[in-house]
């Protein structure tokens, strides 16, 4: 009884890892599949799925695959041998040569751009981050996720699940600049309630010959155009500011 019972637990295994590996193996565009038909070697087909799901195949003509496993790939293909009369009883083999619907594209700053498989283990947006080589010190924290024709904003730190055909823009980390009598001029990056202050300390503060009196902030208005003002120690910092530190009056 124990050897029944160990036989039909392997049975029911079995058949449950074929369910999963059926709901993970569908066909979807850019998937690249051969079709091969027993005993016609004239019909053996190597082919892209298109945009639109469809693959061009001899006799039958254009089959939509999108959605299927490579069986039910095999058997739409055959019904169509089959009801057009070209073969009596055709058998037919789908076997996919590469998957491209399984992938995520990874734009931006990262170090290694392109695109990436998704694995059922690696389907979290930092596990493909990090296949991208990690974002460059010109990364942001927040990343832009285009799914479905929609965007939507995502920190790397917090789990999410990517999805086949996604595509993962990361952003450029907000910069203020800082040029004129600091220690080191330059881009930093803006971190939360920075002011110019905390914008000139991470430059390494004012030279002897910059005076904190004499800060002049540059930033583009509403209409394109970049206005200089006087700022204050305590002035907020917004993206693509411009600092400038002027020499003290003597």
Do not use: C, W
Not at 108 to 114: D, K, L, Q, T
Not at 115 to 144: C, F, K, M, N
Not at 148 to 157: A, M, S, Y
Request: hydrophobic share 40%; charged share 20%; no cysteine.
């Amino acid at each position: 009884m124990r050897q029944i019972a160990v036989g039909i637990l392997g049975v029911f295994l079995l058949a449950l890892a074929g369910l999963a590996q059926a709901q993970t193996d569908k066909l979807g565009p850019g998937d690249a599949i051969r079709v091969t038909v027993h005993q016609q070697p004239d019909l053996t087909t190597d082919a892209r799925i298109s945009e639109r799901g469809t693959i061009d195949m001899p006799l039958v003509g254009e089959v939509k695959l999108t959605g299927m496993s490579p069986q039910q790939a095999a058997a739409t293909i055959a019904t169509g041998l089959k009801q057009g009369k070209f073969l009596k009883n055709p058998q037919v083999n789908v076997a996919v040569t590469t998957l491209r619907s399984r992938q995520v594209s990874v734009l931006g700053h990262v170090a290694r751009p392109g695109r990436y498989p998704l694995e059922d283990t690696s389907s979290q947006l930092s596990d493909v981050i990090a296949a991208a080589g990690g974002i460059t010190t010109t990364g942001a924290q927040h990343v832009t996720v285009l799914r479905d024709g929609k965007e939507q904003r995502v920190n790397v730190f917090k789990p999410f699940a990517l999805r086949a055909g996604d595509t993962v823009n990361v952003e450029r980390v907000p910069v203020v600049y800082i040029y004129g009598e600091v220690t080191r001029s330059g881009a930093y990056p803006i971190v939360p309630d920075m002011t110019v202050m905390h914008a000139i300390a991470a430059g390494g503060g004012i030279t002897p010959r910059g005076s904190e009196r004499r800060l002049k902030l540059r930033r583009t208005g509403p209409d394109g155009k970049l206005v200089e003002t006087d700022a204050s120690l305590r002035d907020a910092v917004k993206p693509d500011d411009v600092i400038y530190v002027k020499e003290a009056l003597f």
